[in-house]
């Protein structure tokens, strides 16, 4: 039994009628929640935490229902053992983080959704209160419907990539993908005056393509977007030891280095923002699905290298 006990990711630390320690298994010593050695010792004395020892003393008067704690940068929840002297400790550290992450992007999601909301609701007002509505104003409330369109389009693509199960892996050319992304891209690219230059050798990856072309699709893009009128976006294919790499570098603005590791946060944009913001957040959900690696270098006025590098070729 103590065997089973010590393999499980579950503190379990056992009292007798005096509030003695009479067995606790060795993830509580790993958490740093007591000393190894505390068999006969009073839980206030074997215990690390204040907050644990308030809770214990508790549950041992007759509490029935558990609390959390943080310790060691770390937060736990006790919980007491149904009909013993005893209870059970869960590392609740990363349901805790994906809670607040998950409250964050909700509240997120609300505020990019209501902005464009008001300013659709603002501008049919507006038309109706004209014996001759504008044209103009339909059409900019038509063009914010739009983009609302798009926002609530990509977040179920989030959605789906979150809960989509394995991927569905076949072998597949990067220059093929590639080039399906460019041409989807043609009339983005004639309008910004972009040059685009596909370097490298073709190579072949077993993953999923339609994932791969929308992450592609999405650092493409950006390269474009941000780039200056008439600028350049370079396309690199290349293998580092056995690992394909995917290489876009453009001729753009550039990112601010504090804003580098902000970019992959739903609706960040950094301050010049020009679309949803939900782009590169689903390129690393893609990547983390597919165990493709993502690397971005960049300065401001120093254009900007964003980097996929794929799992080993098969």
């Known amino acids: 039994m103590e065997k089973i006990l010590n393999s499980i990711d579950l503190g379990i630390v056992i009292f007798n009628e005096k509030e003695e320690i009479v067995y606790a298994n060795d993830i509580c010593v790993r958490w740093g929640l007591l000393s190894s050695e505390v068999k006969g010792k009073k839980y206030y004395e074997a215990f690390k935490s204040l907050e644990l020892i308030n809770i214990t003393g508790n549950i041992l ?12 940068g770390r937060v736990y929840r006790v919980n007491p053992i149904e009909e013993v002297s005893a209870i059970k400790i869960e590392d609740i550290t990363e349901f805790v983080k994906f809670e607040k992450l998950q409250k964050e992007f909700s509240a997120s999601v609300s505020h990019e959704l209501s902005t464009p909301i008001s300013a659709i609701k603002g501008l049919l007002e507006t038309a109706l209160m004209e014996e001759n509505p504008d044209r103009k104003l339909i059409e900019k409330a038509l063009k914010r419907t739009q983009d609302m369109e798009k926002m609530i389009n990509a977040l179920k693509l989030l959605v789906l990539i979150e809960t989509g199960g394995k991927a569905k892996k076949e072998k597949v050319s990067l220059k093929n993908i590639i080039g399906d992304v460019i041409q989807n891209l043609a009339e983005r690219i004639k309008e910004m005056k972009v040059r685009v230059k596909i370097e490298g050798e073709d ?3 077993v993953t999923d393509r339609g994932k791969v072309y929308i992450l592609l699709k999405n650092i493409i893009e950006n390269a474009v977007k941000y780039n200056r009128k008439g600028g350049d976006v370079f396309i690199r294919i290349l293998k580092e030891g056995k690992n394909p790499v995917v290489e876009v570098e453009d001729t753009g603005e550039g990112i601010p280095k504090e804003e580098i590791p902000l970019l992959f946060q739903p609706f960040f944009g950094g301050k010049n923002k020009k679309g949803m913001g939900l782009g590169l957040t689903i390129s690393k959900k893609i990547a983390d699905n597919l165990g493709i690696k993502i690397e971005i270098k960049s300065g401001e006025g120093k254009g900007t290298t964003v980097r996929a590098v794929f799992p080993e070729e098969i």
């Open 203 to 205: 190579l072949q990856v």
């Open 61 to 72: 008067k007759g509490e029935r229902t558990g609390s959390k704690f943080e310790h060691g």
